[in-house]
């Protein structure tokens, strides 16, 4: 079964850059039938998603965090990466990274177990 | 951007009962829509994709409706660990979720 796991730090100081990488285990990042992809939940809010990369680097974000976000892939490790610059308090959230199946319609239909990055002096 | 908005929020229920929950979107998505499982400390969980099509593995309890701006998920029976948090999410026009419906006893 297709295993995804998070891993960066937990505290990240104001106005620095948030790193997260995830890593694809029990199966390939190498296919075109999926994106993978990165969403946030804040304490006490709901879901958000972050932006989605495909195995050759093509990427789309949600624009309201696009100017602030890369997400890149490395197939030699079957792994992709988030960044996100300047962060602030509000960027305090569980991360999760996920696989996007695209085909007529998209979903995520596998999960990691997700991530507390805290932004704290 | 499309809006997503779940009802209720929340809800108290009991084994055995059937729940409904809702999405409507601000605007038409035709049947872009997918339905996900939250647990504390869980990977989440794909329950209904395209409106209505149930996830392998998932229980047939679980089932999804509608099409265009208004959704349903329905549990027919609701089990113990049926109570989690319920979030849909549509994929018309960039990717967005609703603010999610939790299920508690």
């Known amino acids: 079964q297709l295993q995804l796991q998070e891993s960066g730090p937990g505290l990240v100081k104001p106005s620095e850059t948030l790193s997260l990488t995830c890593t694809v285990s029990?199966?390939?990042?190498?296919?075109?039938?999926?994106?993978w992809g990165w969403i946030r939940q804040p304490p006490g809010r709901g879901l958000e998603w972050i932006g989605s990369v495909n195995y050759g680097g093509s990427t789309y974000y949600n624009p309201s965090l696009k100017s602030r976000v890369t997400i890149s892939v490395d197939t030699s490790r079957n792994q992709f990466s988030l960044k996100v610059n300047s962060v602030a308090a509000a960027d305090t959230a569980v991360y999760y990274c996920?696989?996007?199946?695209?085909?007529?319609?998209?979903?995520?239909?596998?999960w990691g177990q997700g991530t507390l990055v805290t932004v704290s002096s | 951007d499309i809006q997503m908005t779940q009802s209720p929020s929340s809800l108290s229920a009991s084994i055995g009962d059937r729940v409904t929950i809702t999405c409507r979107a601000s605007q038409s998505i035709s049947s872009y829509l997918n339905w996900y499982q939250l647990k504390p400390g869980k990977a989440p969980k794909l329950l209904i994709y395209v409106a209505s099509n149930l996830q392998s593995g998932v229980p047939s309890r679980f089932s999804g409706s509608g099409s265009g701006t208004d959704f349903t998920l329905t549990i027919s029976s609701l089990q113990p660990e049926d109570f989690a948090t319920y979030y849909c999410q549509q994929t018309f026009s960039g990717l967005s979720f609703g603010g999610g419906t939790k299920v508690e006893i």
């Open positions: 029990n199966g390939s990042i190498s296919s075109s039938s999926y994106y």
């Open positions: 996920a696989r996007e199946a695209v085909a007529v319609a998209d979903w995520f239909d596998y």
